[in-house]
Antibody
Framework: QVQLVESGGGVVQPGGSLRLSCAAS????????MHWVRQAPGKGLEWVTF????????YYADSVKGRFTISRDNSKNTLYLQMNSLRAEDTAVYYC??????????????WGQGTLVTVSS | QSVLTQPPSVSAAPGQKVTISCSGS????????VSWYQQLPGTAPKLLIY???KRPSGIPDRFSGSKSGTSATLGITGLQTGDEADYYC???????????FGGGTKLTVL
């Protein structure tokens, strides 16, 4: 069965950096696009970024453009999110999600359990 | 302020039917497929409907989706207490080049 397991969350000071990982199993990771979606405490879902199966064209929400970088290592079945210049408003549970297609269809077929990132001094 | 507009809450009695609306524009719902997600309390979201009206394997046919113009609707029949959750619509926005979600609708089964 498909499993997505996020890790790397924690408490970080404003302006700091953090790298999240998402270990995938149960499907051919290299064939599918992947997303990061976040949810601030008590708030709704916010899409963060997408990377296609081959790591080529990436998309970012305006709120994180220039600060966050998505990447993947298909040999390790792992998705990453490098977060720099973190702000208080980046505090959220971060979910990785598998797309239904290789180049992105916007259908978040499977989700991980999420990892909490708290930006606070 | 979300790009897609959903009612904050809806409620109905067990066994009844409820609909949840999702309103957008020509840059998102009007020209792209809509998906719906269910988020039970304390858990990750789950895909409920994709391509406006298709159900993934394992999703009961009590859940249905439709789209007309720049609006989409999620329908749930035979309501159960286990359906109490937050429901989100989502789609691609061609103007923003971004995935967008509605603000979410909290379903209460009275």
């Amino acid at each position: 069965q498909v499993q997505l397991v996020e890790s790397g969350g924690g408490v970080v000071q404003p302006g700091g950096s953090l790298r999240l990982s998402c270990a995938a199993s149960g499907f051919t990771f290299s064939n599918y696009g992947m997303h990061w979606v976040r949810q601030a405490p008590g708030k709704g879902l916010e899409w963060v970024t997408f990377i296609p199966y081959d790591g080529s064209n990436k998309y970012y929400a305006d709120s994180v453009k220039g600060r966050f970088t998505i990447s993947r290592d298909n040999s390790k079945n792992t998705l990453y999110l490098q977060m720099n210049s973190l702000r208080a408003e980046d505090t959220a549970v971060y979910y990785c999600a598998k797309d239904m297609a290789n180049y992105g269809s916007g259908k978040f077929e499977y989700w991980g359990q999420g990892t909490l990132v708290t930006v606070s001094s | 302020q979300s790009v897609l507009t959903q009612p904050p809450s809806v409620s109905a009695a067990p066994g009844q039917k409820v609909t949840i609306s999702c309103s957008g524009s020509s840059s998102n719902i009007g020209n792209n497929y809509v998906s719906w997600y269910q988020q039970l309390p304390g858990t990750a979201p789950k895909l409920l409907i994709y391509d406006n009206n298709k159900r993934p394997s394992g999703i009961p046919d009590r859940f249905s989706g439709s789209k007309s113009g720049t609006s989409a609707t999620l329908g749930i029949t035979g309501l159960q207490t286990g359906d109490e959750a937050d429901y989100y619509c989502g789609t691609w926005d061609s103007s923003l080049s971004a995935e967008v979600f509605g603000g979410g609708t909290k379903l209460t089964v009275l």
